[in-house]
């Protein structure tokens, strides 16, 4: 084999891993910002408050039954309580004088804030979380931000409509990516393939070495996306904050994880789907 039949090959190589890595690096990309997306949706659900507004004359033992039928509650997922004179001075800290001195007597009541299990943290389940809140003894009343519930609500379903578009299209198009260019990459090839059919090498032993090759392809183009996208998420706090907080290990294992496996078996099947082809045309179409 000449130097610059080598060096052909070695390029087409390098050109099918690279073209490989660019596109699982757009996927992951994609999948960064899926991700994202769903760590701020979870973290806004997570926050957003209920409160159920008490009796201001409730004593003690009995804000403590309350309290204990709250916990119970179904769609509890976690609940704080405070009392008048707390609220009066978390208030008169936000307005930044003391309201009470002037008003001569504290008009806030005591209240519960409630966050909601997942579940019931949506448009269609608040108002049977607000009924069972209003039923209980010693709650005057059960206010929510409804307005934004149901913002975040709409915004989720037109996000992930969005999403689910999108991953489809750059779906078809990592196929289409990776799949023409290993089929380019075997075409150069196409002579040897035959050649080592007419011989007699069976299927198998001609297909194998470059199932072996995909494979290795894949993995490499993974690794070249990998380090780009490690370094792309360790640079995003810089802009973003609050990029980190939303990432859990498990996450990034997953998002990794199947940009491997994308990689490998797109590579992989292509390589074999391209070599069963050469290996069923006439010597004479290969010219």
């Known amino acids: 084999m000449t130097t610059s039949v080598k060096r052909k090959r070695k390029f087409s190589y390098f050109s099918a891993i690279l ?14 910002l899926f991700l994202g997306t769903k760590a701020a949706e979870s973290y806004l659900r997570e926050n957003m408050m209920v409160q159920a507004f008490l009796q201001p004359e409730l004593g003690e033992a009995e804000i403590q039954a309350l309290s204990e039928k709250i916990k119970a509650a179904p769609f ?5 309580y405070t009392s008048k004179e707390r609220a009066a001075i978390e208030f008169s800290n936000e307005i930044g004088q003391d309201f009470t001195s002037f008003l001569g007597y ?5 209240s519960f804030q409630i966050k909601l299990n997942g579940e019931f943290n949506n448009v269609d389940k608040l108002p049977e979380v607000e009924q069972t809140l209003k039923k ?3 709650v005057t009343d059960v206010d929510y931000p409804r307005a934004a519930f149901g913002n ?4 989720i379903q037109k996000v992930g409509a969005l999403f689910i578009g999108l991953a489809a299209i750059f779906g078809i198009i990592a196929v289409v990516l990776i799949h023409n260019t290993v089929r380019l990459n075997l075409y150069a090839r196409r002579f040897t393939i035959k050649s080592m059919q007419l011989v007699g090498a069976t299927h198998g032993f001609i297909i ?4 072996v090759k995909g494979l290795i392809n894949g993995i490499w183009g993974w690794l070249i996306a990998a380090i780009l996208l490690f370094s792309i998420q360790k640079a995003l706090p810089t802009w973003i904050p609050e990029w980190e907080s939303f990432f859990s290990g498990l996450m990034n294992l997953s998002l990794f994880g199947g940009l491997l496996l994308i990689g490998v078996f797109i590579s992989v099947l292509s390589s074999l789907l ?3 082809k050469f290996l069923n045309t006439r010597l004479d179409e290969l010219y």
């Open 19 to 32: 073209s490989i890595a660019m596109v699982l690096l757009m996927l992951g990309l994609l999948g960064f």
């Open 76 to 80: 509890t997922a976690e609940f704080s």
């Open 106 to 110: 504290n008009p806030l009541m005591p």
């Open 136 to 138: 209980m003894t010693g």
């Open 152 to 155: 975040v609500q709409e915004n």
């Open 208 to 211: 194998k070495p470059f199932l």
């Open 274 to 276: 391209s070599t069963r």
